[in-house]
């Protein structure tokens, strides 16, 4: 019997490793050698799958997009927690303080300023934010339903301003200490969903933050 | 008499001729070549004050730096508005809506992904932020003092949402059109600066937005 081989399954492993070199060294540090010793492959099997390092990266961004689509899935579909608390959550799923989002902070980034230039990347940056628009604003309208967000703010204005405020944190957070130390604040997230809603601490307060 | 070249004033015509250049074609139109050709220096001038592109680029990257500084200093001098105009006028000059800040967008988010992976790169983002961050705590304080903002906010904290929010605003938006359109909209950095100091719309309206 021919050897089967899962293709997908090897492709998500190489992307993996790509991730895993990213948190651990940065976008620098991604060469086919060392992706080959990361992730157990000869250099042989990753070039039959990727044919440059730009491919790896690509690879890398699906991935890490991905990922973060299931997380956004899993937090919009978790029981008992309120329209707030998702936005908190979605919020803080994004702000690179663990190895998981420091290196999809680094992969976007680094497409970020490829996109700038070059069509491919931009439409996936486009489209990653776009669907992180789309899990934001669900949860503005449903807690504009409930009345935990007042009903005279903008639903698309709160999303674009959400997205907006928890990139540039998560964006500058990797390059300047001050900003890595206001989002590893406890309530980091909190305050960048308050700031969106227009809610003071008070306010906060008093629908039970 | 030898003939007298004034070296900082050629260096500040190339920065420039680069900047016009990314505004016009983006970063990667930078070449050599390419700069020659906008400002009229022939190569060999060139490679005289930048000995590659990258210098090329950094040094746009000061120009633009600098020329930001300087639009600062010219908001936060301005007789006859009070600090939330100056906020919204200082949210409104890092906002992509025109050449000038089209080509700082442009190159900021290049050296932002330089500065994920070399630290000179990084230093001056840092720099930059820091300085950015300034201006705009300066006018929370004196919005507190009159106030307009609520002197229960940290000062610290709603400086570095707006400044992250805007830029995020401004990166995004060179990328995403629905970004782009959100913020074209007049009252954008209105919106922004609200949001920062969570102001509703109505309180806005009380203080005389």
Same mark, same amino acid.
């Given at each position: 019997m021919p050897k089967i081989v899962d293709h997908d399954e090897r492709r998500l492993a190489l992307a993996d490793a790509v991730l895993a070199l990213i948190a651990r060294e940065g976008i620098s540090a991604v060469t086919t050698r060392a992706v080959a010793e990361e992730s157990g492959w000869s250099t042989g099997v990753l070039n039959h799958y990727f044919g440059s390092r730009h491919e790896l990266l690509l690879a890398a961004l699906r991935r890490a997009g991905d990922i973060q689509g299931d997380r956004y899935r899993t937090i919009l579909d978790e029981e008992g927690t309120g329209p707030i608390e998702k936005l908190r959550n979605i919020t803080a799923s994004i702000l690179p303080l663990d190895e998981r989002?420091?290196?999809?902070?680094?992969?976007?980034?680094?497409?970020?300023?490829?996109?700038?230039?070059?069509?491919?990347?931009? $439409?996936?940056?486009?489209?990653?934010?776009?669907?992180?628009?789309?899990?934001?604003?669900?949860?503005?309208?449903?807690?504009?339903?409930?009345?935990?967000?007042?009903?005279?703010?903008?639903?698309?204005?709160?999303?674009?301003?959400?997205?907006?405020?928890?990139? $540039?944190?998560?964006?500058?957070?990797?390059?300047?200490?001050?900003?890595?130390?206001?989002?590893?604040?406890?309530?980091?997230?909190?305050?960048?969903?308050?700031?969106?809603?227009?809610?003071?601490?008070?306010?906060?307060?008093?629908? $039970?933050?």
């Open positions: 989002r420091l290196a999809m902070t680094r992969v976007f980034l680094f497409f970020y300023a490829e996109g700038a230039a070059e069509e491919t990347a931009r $439409g996936e940056i486009a489209a990653f934010l776009s669907r992180w628009r789309g899990v934001v604003r669900e949860s503005v309208v449903a807690a504009q339903r409930e009345g935990t967000v007042s009903a005279d703010l903008d639903a698309d204005a709160v999303t674009v301003a959400l997205v907006a405020l928890t990139d $540039g944190l998560a964006l500058q957070a990797i390059l300047d200490p001050v900003v890595m130390e206001a989002i590893s604040a406890e309530d980091a997230a909190a305050r960048c969903v308050d700031a969106a809603v227009r809610r003071t601490t008070e306010e906060a307060g008093a629908v $039970g933050r």
